[in-house]
Every structure is written in C-alpha cells, then in structure tokens.
C-alpha cells in the first residue's frame, strides 16, 4: 500500500494503536500471536495530489515557468502554411521529475491542445489562464523518473504585446514568412515549453512548409525532405538553450553555407530585401575569433544569422543564429555575437540579472571598436560622461533589478560606462582574467548578478562593495572615487 506525505503522521498514530491493542489482545488466553506492525517510515508513499507551482520564481514574471521537473529536450514538429497562417504541432517534451507529480504545468500561449499523453498513456489536460497547461498524467510521477510529455496542438500563433517591452513572439513578416524572436518571452507562442531561463534543454526541430518556403533555426542543419508539395527542414541544438533563445524563421531565403577555421558550420540566412547584409556577415569569422581572443572558445557547435527585411525594434541572440533586423549593422553582429558568451552559454537566472547579458555584450562593441579601430575607450568614456550632464535621468537606472519593465533601460549605454569602470578599477588582467573564469566556471549554465560580484572581488583580492552599489545597484551619479578610478582619474 502506498500513502502519500500527508497521511504518515496518521499511519505513525495507527500503528502505536495497533501495537498497544495486539499487545493486550495477546494476553488474553488462546490469543493468537500478534504480527509485528511494518514500520510506517518503510512505507513508499503515494502520489494523490503534488503538483509542481505554475510559477518557477521568478520576482518580475512570477508565473513565467514551472518547478517539478527538469526538461532534457525539446523534439519540435510543427507544420505552418503562411497562406493560412495555420500552425499544426506536436511537441515531445523529455523531462526528470524533481518532486513527486500527480500534476503538473507546461507554458502555451494562444493555442488550441487537443491531446497530451505522458509515456505511451493519454493524460487529462486543461489549458487555464493566459499560457498554463495543466497535465494530470495517468499515474502519478515519482521524483528522479524520466518521462516524456507529447503534446498535440494547433491554430494561428500571435505574439506577446507589453507595453514596456515591445513585441515579442511569433510575428508575420512583410514577405508574408513568419519568425519567431524575442525577451522574456517567444517560445510559448509556437510550442510548449517550461518558459523560464533557469530550465535549458536541448533542442530538436521538424519544420513542414510549402515547396518555396523554407526553415531556418538553431543549431546544425540537418537532412531537408520533400514530399507532396511540401519540405520538411530539420534543426538541432545539443547545447542546453534557454527557451527565449530559440527560434524558427519561415521565409523564402537566400542561404551561404560555409565554415570557420575550426570546421564549425555556418549558416547565414537572407530574407528577400535583407542580401545587403551580407556586406557585414562576411566578417563574422573575424567577429568570432575576435571574441574568442578575449572571453575564450566559441561555446557552440554551429554559428550563422537569420537576416530579416523587416525593421523591427529588435534584433536578438537566438542560440546559435542571431535574428538581425532590417537595420542592424556591424556593431549589432558584434553584440548579438557576443551574447553567445554572455547570456546564452552563461544564462541569467532571473530577470533582474539582465546586465550579465546585455552590459557585457553591449561592452563587446567598445572592445571591438578599440581593437579594430584603435579607439581611446578612455577619451569614449569621458565624452560619454559629459553627454550625460545634459540628461537628467541618465543616472536614475539601476543596472542591477531595476524592476520589471525597466530591464532594458540602461544596460545598453549606462552599462557599457559601469563595465569600462570596472575595467579600470580592476585592472586589464584581473578583468580579462574575471570574464573569462567566471564563463568557464559557468558554461551551459545559470548565473545570478550577486555571483558576479563576488567572483570579480575573488579574482581581483579588492573589497568593491562601494563600486557596485554605486554603479549597478545605485540609481545617481556615482560619486568621482568610483566614476574616475584608474587611468580614468583627472
């Protein structure tokens, strides 16, 4: 027999009594001998009702993710004709289950499930709220079991509208393709997923389109299939990816194939309108190895760009292959590149570390600009500086949880002023030294801004409590010991 967690303090009650009545019931004549009473801690308990939260903790999207389980792999069929507009999926989610689960939630937005089976059984489901899925599987789910979740679904995906982020999402573009990109959300707008950071997995793709359409995703191209008037393209990523970072690009495209040094396969993406592009993608081999020269190895297995026609307010660090808006430059695929480092290899846990990623990639554009172009990143910063005397809220954003909706503010500009500071303070080797241990130690993993700190003050040996409260977690100009220090000092 098994109980679940809430009966053993019952059981334990149960047992003294039948202990004290066989006792007494053996002293009577004749009695039979008592059995002994099997020992309540032995007892395996059931499963009856634990679910995991709706929710994976974070403070600014609290129910962005789900706990309970760990998802392994992503294996993704979907089926989209851009003259309907119609996407038709089936999601194979291989998770371990970290707590015992009669139930648990999985993250879809704005589309219609029509089956959920857990193993080879069918399981009850229902779709509550914005974006949960609930899942009751037909038998409970130990803790430490590995399982695999198959979700069958459908209907015309749409995009997430935040008034202080943008749009995020799948998005039709101007060719009459789709993609899908952006932060914090994208992924559950075309598949089930656990949205949230902290839980990165693998990645498999089966795109079906039209013959004349084709797919572009993360990670290295596989075998493209034809049958019916239909192709089917296929995509994998073997690194663990934060489900943001993923992403698929439905259009007519112009595709370059080609390889770094080291044999890493490229692929480069050209919408209709977008072939300009190529002017500054022929550099990515020298963005790459530059990067490496100063964060260490490229962490992935593949590298490349998906570039749209469409001049949206974004371009974004998909794993691997970068989405590219219309307008992006040089310096963008300097930045979005440098996020395969900072953000992707090594993910935030929460979004309140936004600045692990988005002030050291934006940085990346200064290291770049000082190694390619001999810029004096002091002289840079001390214009930035007195740019800054004619904007009176410059200052007044932290770099550090900032709060939700102001994760983008001033990583991209304050930021890159905080990182050369630090620079400074430091030392070129003690933070040459800092960001490249601090990527190795957390590579394919989560990391927390907190972290960052002490690591920079372990590998530098300098107490600089005071410098990163006045820069990343302060919201005034910092006081002239700390925005003048090193050869920044006038």
């Excluded at 089976?117 to 914005?130: I, S």
């Excluded at 993360?218 to 493209?224: C, D, K, L, P, R």
């Amino acid at each position: 027999m098994a109980l679940s967690p809430k009966a053993r303090p019952y059981l334990a009650i149960a047992a003294v009594v039948l202990v004290i009545a066989g006792v007494l019931v053996a002293k009577l004549p004749g009695a039979p001998e008592p059995r002994p009473v099997a020992d309540p801690s032995a007892t395996t308990p059931a499963v009856v009702d634990a679910r995991g939260a709706d929710g994976a903790g974070d403070p600014y999207y609290p129910q962005d993710g789900n706990s309970g389980y760990d998802v392994r792999e992503y294996d993704i069929s979907v089926s989209y004709d851009p003259a309907t507009r119609r996407l038709d999926g089936k999601a194979l989610v291989t998770a371990v289950a970290t707590d015992d689960l009669g139930r648990f939630n999985l993250d879809l937005y704005q589309l219609a499930v029509s089956e959920v089976a857990v193993g080879d059984r069918r399981a009850e489901f229902r779709q509550e709220g914005e974006h949960e899925l609930v899942v009751t599987p037909a038998e409970p789910l130990r803790a430490g079991r590995e399982f695999t979740v198959a979700v069958t679904y459908g209907g015309e995906p749409t995009l997430f509208e935040d008034r202080a982020l943008g749009r995020s999402g799948w998005q039709v573009s101007a060719s009459g393709g789709a993609f899908a990109a952006g932060q914090p959300h994208s992924a559950t707008t075309w598949f089930p997923a656990n949205d949230t950071p902290r839980d990165k997995a693998a990645f498999k793709l089966a795109a079906r389109v039209p013959d004349g359409w084709s797919v572009v995703s993360n990670g290295v191209e596989g075998a493209t299939t034809h049958a019916d008037g239909w192709s089917t393209y296929r995509w994998q990523a073997a690194k663990p990816m934060a489900t943001y970072l993923t992403t698929i690009a439905i259009d007519r495209w112009s595709v370059d194939r080609s390889a770094l040094a080291d044999g890493t396969p490229v692929v480069d993406a050209y919408a209709p309108g977008a072939e300009r592009a190529r002017e500054h993608q022929r550099r990515l081999p020298e963005i790459l190895d530059f990067l490496a020269g100063r964060f260490g190895p490229y962490p992935f297995q593949a590298a490349g760009g998906i570039f749209l026609a469409d001049d949206i307010g974004f371009s974004l660090e998909t794993q691997t292959r970068p989405v590219y808006a219309g307008w992006a430059d040089l310096e963008t695929l300097v930045h979005e590149n440098a996020h395969q480092w900072f953000g992707d290899s090594v993910s935030l846990r929460s979004w309140a570390d936004i600045c692990l990623n988005e002030c050291f990639a934006s940085y990346a554009q200064w290291l770049w600009a000082e190694a390619k172009d001999g810029e004096n990143l002091d002289d840079r910063y001390r214009a930035e500086v007195a740019r800054t005397e004619k904007s009176g809220g410059y200052w007044k954003r932290p770099l550090y949880d900032m709060g939700r909706g102001n994760e983008f503010r001033g990583v991209y500009d304050k930021g890159q002023l905080a990182v050369h500071a630090l620079r400074r303070q430091i030392g070129d080797d003690a933070f040459d030294r800092a960001l490249r241990t601090w990527l190795e130690q957390h590579r394919d993993g989560n990391a927390a801004w907190p972290e960052f700190e002490a690591h920079v003050e372990q590998v530098s040996g300098q107490d600089l409590d005071g410098f990163f409260a006045a820069w990343f977690r302060g919201a005034e100009r910092p006081s002239d010991e700390h925005l003048w220090p090193g050869s920044l000092r006038r």
